[in-house]
């Protein structure tokens, strides 16, 4: 190997990794990565934990900031390199608006868009899986669906129920609209009271929640990419 050999060798190691570097700081910064060692460029964004709204949760709990998660959304569907958008969901639910927020932009985006529910997709985390253009589910997952919960000081008016309504139709509708399961069996599950033992709803395991429309397909990771894949190929 002559000395310009050597050069070019060392010069493609030094991009490869200052690559890595760059990848590893967008994990450790946002919890997202882009890759571009596949047939397409792919944005891969996770939603964990509770999505924190308008107040700030504890330290010590794991969170998905939607002011952070709403600019790496657009930045997403305006980027000229990134081809598609792989959201990956292991979350209990968090705020009602900030959730509805982030599920609205998702099934807002031009882009294709795919999810992939990890272990949980709960409360809120419901909007957010079937947001996108196709959703699946591992078998081992679970997804809980309740009506909407507040905690705090709740006035005893009518006013205030009237808004738990609302939003708890404001929900409703959007899943319906965005996956395969009708508005009126969504509100039966929601109002379940045969099966938590603190509450009321439903807990749809992965198979159970693709047999009730609620989720596209059963799948991983290999699913759910070769969809990504397959869209982006279409488009």
Known sequence: MNNDDK????????????RMQER????????????????????CM???GQIEGHYTLPSESKTTKYEHVIPQLVAVDESRDIQGLLILLNTVGGDVEAGLA???LIAGMKKPTVSLVL??????????????????????????IHPVRINGLVLGVPQAF????????????????????????????CMNTGE????????LDGEEAVQEGLIDSLGSLREAMSSLYDMIDAN
């Open 162 to 189: 009237t808004h738990f309504q609302r939003m708890q139709e404001r929900i409703v509708h959007f899943v319906s609209a965005h996956s395969n399961m009708p508005a009126d069996r969504f509100v039966d599950l």
């Open 24 to 43: 590893l700081r967008m994990v450790e910064d946002t919890g997202s990565v882009t890759t571009d060692d596949g047939h397409h460029r792919i944005h």
């Open 196 to 203: 938590l033992a603190t509450d009321i709803g439903t807990v």
């Open 46 to 48: 996770t939603i964990v």
């Open 119 to 144: 272990g949980g997709g709960h409360s809120i985390g419901v909007p957010l899986a079937v947001a996108a253009r196709r959703s699946f589910i591992v078998p081992s997952a679970t997804m809980t």
């Open 7 to 18: 050069k070019k060798q060392s010069e493609s190691e030094e991009n490869e990794t200052t």
């Open 102 to 104: 982030l599920a609205e």
